[in-house]
């Protein structure tokens, strides 16, 4: 497969894992800071905010291996396989990680008469969760196309 059509993907998987790193490096210490002096107190929240961006990383690195695989036509192989595993289990302790953290997101909320910060916990953890069956599907799928792939091989 050519280079190129993958390109417009893996510019969009880098442009993500910048922003979030930007998140991580730039926006989330000062606003750690000002809440510490705040009267509410957001800096637990936003210090959970890091648990969940390791297994981010992991699948976005995962990812890109995935796409390395497509441009080398090695879609099919078992590498793809466990990098598709891999990003499976990071989307679910990503949404496992949010969801851990919505009984105090629930109570801030209710606290600060926020009910937008439930609203975007509660998406997080879907679209993560979604994210990790969508992959678990094609793990079955790469897996089956996999095993044929290495039957048909065998029957030269």
Known sequence: ???????????VVWLMGLVVLGICLIALPPAIHTELQGDFD????????????IP????????????GYIDHNQAFTPQSVIALK????????????????MPY???????????????????????????GTAAAVFQQLVQHAADLKMENDLTV
Do not use: E, H, N, W
Not at 105 to 131: E, H, M
């Open 105 to 131: 997101i629930f109570y801030l909320a209710d606290r600060d008469d926020a009910p937008g910060l439930a609203a975007i916990g509660f998406i997080i953890i879907g679209a993560s969760f979604v994210i």
């Open 56 to 67: 981010f990383f992991v699948a976005l690195k995962q990812t890109l291996k995935l796409i």
């Open 1 to 11: 497969m050519k280079r190129g059509s993958t390109l417009v993907l893996r510019a």
């Open 86 to 101: 891999l990003i499976k289990y990071c989307a679910y302790i990503i949404s496992g990680l949010f969801a851990a953290g």
């Open 42 to 53: 957001y800096a637990p929240l936003l210090l959970g905010l890091y648990f969940p961006a």
